[in-house]
């Protein structure tokens, strides 16, 4: 069964991710095509064409949740103004007699 849509080249399905957000070459989409990992594609005639739905399928497929590196139970209240970083070292002033 043919996927429906337009089939587009690998120049086109480039620019197509591109406007996604996703930095790929149409080059990178054709070595992909030979060792794996890249979007499926069909071919028409003897030349590989995408469409746009298998293209958004193989993005969908890579994209996570949004996620924090801190653990929620780590994670302090923000201080509005305050410095953040290593506190800085205390002054201590001392009167030496004149």
Known sequence: MLPDGTFLTDIEA???LQRRGIQ???KTLAKLRCVGGGPQFVYV???P???ELLLEK??????SEPH???PERFRQPQV???RRGRPSKATVS???PR
């Open 80 to 82: 509005q103004g305050g």
């Open 68 to 70: 924090s590196i801190v």
């Open 94 to 96: 001392v009167d030496v």
């Open 14 to 16: 480039a620019d197509f």
């Open 58 to 63: 193989w993005v969908s497929e890579r994209v």
């Open 49 to 51: 064409r995408y469409t």
């Open 24 to 26: 790929i070459k149409p």
């Open 45 to 47: 005639g003897h030349r």
